[in-house]
């Protein structure tokens, strides 16, 4: 089945006169660089007219959640391998956004430390222990991602109490099942989904659906479970 899409992605690059190979290089050498190389790689990309980064950005949120679900386990954990490629590529930060880091990054105010153990309140700063060493730092931001389909601390009781009364159950690999036909649930919470966090017009696309069950009598009233990041 990956293959079947890695082949579409291919001829589509061809029709447009471009490399297949050459892109995925690009791709899997990302993985290698450092955070500051590779922010910096992507902002000079911004204009750049090649299909390949927009077509993989457009389908994994268009395509992407009905893929996944036909897609067999081993192509599943292949993805998740490249979790950090894959999410990067589909959801890429604001152009915007990545200037101001940027321009942090090379005036020295900002820096970003790797395999962090420790952070500890030192005179009014904080020293961060990290696999590198230890630095210190006036401001710091946690910018590490919560694993896909995680449950968010404030809608835990929320999930407990459809888990405990039988409305849903728990999936396997992440993410919240429902188990009654009452029960919606749409967004990255959906159990079964894929890594990539869900889009605008993604989430748009589930609650039309989700409106149009609603309006079907059941008999009963229904309930709606949605979790953005």
Do not use: C
Not at 84 to 94: D, E, G
Not at 140 to 153: H, K, R
Request: proline share 8%.
């Amino acid at each position: 089945m990956l293959d079947d899409l890695i082949g579409l992605l291919r001829t589509e690059l061809a029709d447009a006169g471009e490399d297949f190979e050459e892109f995925a290089a690009e791709l899997l050498d990302t993985e290698a660089k450092d955070p500051v190389q590779r922010l910096r790689r992507q902002i000079a990309a911004i204009d750049d007219p090649r299909i390949g980064r927009r077509v993989l950005q457009q389908t994994a949120h268009s395509v992407g959640p009905y893929a996944w679900r036909l897609l067999p386990e081993s192509d599943r954990a292949w993805l998740r391998r490249h979790l950090r490629t894959a999410t990067s590529v589909a959801s890429p930060m604001i152009p915007v956004n990545a200037s101001v880091l940027m321009r942090l990054l090379d005036s020295g105010q900002l820096s970003v430390a790797d395999g962090v153990h420790a952070i500890e309140p030192v005179n009014g700063r904080f020293r961060v222990r990290h696999d590198d060493g230890e630095r210190t730092a006036e401001i710091v931001v946690n910018a590490v991602n919560p694993p896909p389909q995680a449950v968010p601390a404030a809608a835990r009781p929320l999930i407990r109490s459809l888990v405990s009364t039988g409305l849903a159950t728990l999936h396997p690999a992440g993410g919240l099942t429902p188990a009654d036909p009452r029960v919606h649930v749409i967004g990255d919470l959906t159990g079964g989904g894929s890594f990539i966090t869900s889009s605008i017009p993604g989430v748009a696309a589930q609650a039309s659906g989700t409106a149009q069950a609603l309006r079907t009598p059941r008999g009963r009233p229904a309930a709606t479970v949605r979790r953005d990041r």
